[in-house]
């Protein structure tokens, strides 16, 4: 069974900073591309960035890149997002799961997410 674990949101001023983590299996884990997708209300959920395996090559969303930097901790089966110079437009809840391509969902199960709000 699939399982994701987000946390590490938070409110925060624009301009700040944030790390999230997500931990899942390592059956789900090893030997997949993994990634971080957001969902701001009223939209779609979009991917923000994606770490291949084993931590080789990374992608970022434009709206992202330069700001964020996506990290995994293969031994713990840890994903994290650093994320600096925070926006109000970066307000949306957080998920990780696998990627597939440049950015469809490898899993169809989504974990509870984790809230990071950015206020101006």
């Known amino acids: 069974q699939v399982q994701f674990v987000e946390s590490g949101g938070g409110l925060v001023q624009s301009g700040g900073s944030l790390r999230l983590s997500c931990v899942t299996s390592?059956?789900?884990?090893?030997?997949?591309?993994m990634g971080w997708f957001r969902q701001a209300p009223g939209k779609e959920r979009e991917l923000v960035a994606h770490?291949?395996?084993?931590?080789?090559?990374?992608y970022y969303a434009d709206s992202v890149k330069g700001r964020f930097t996506i990290t995994r901790d293969n031994p713990k089966n840890t994903l994290h997002l650093q994320m600096d110079s925070l926006k109000p437009e970066d307000t949306a809840v957080y998920y990780c799961?696998?990627?597939?391509?440049?950015?469809?969902?490898?899993?169809?199960?989504w974990g509870q997410g984790t809230q990071v709000t950015v206020s101006s």
């Open positions: 799961n696998g990627v597939r391509g440049t950015n469809t969902p490898l899993f169809n199960y």
């Open positions: 390592r059956r789900t884990f090893s030997f997949n591309t």
């Open positions: 770490i291949s395996w084993p931590g080789r090559n990374t």
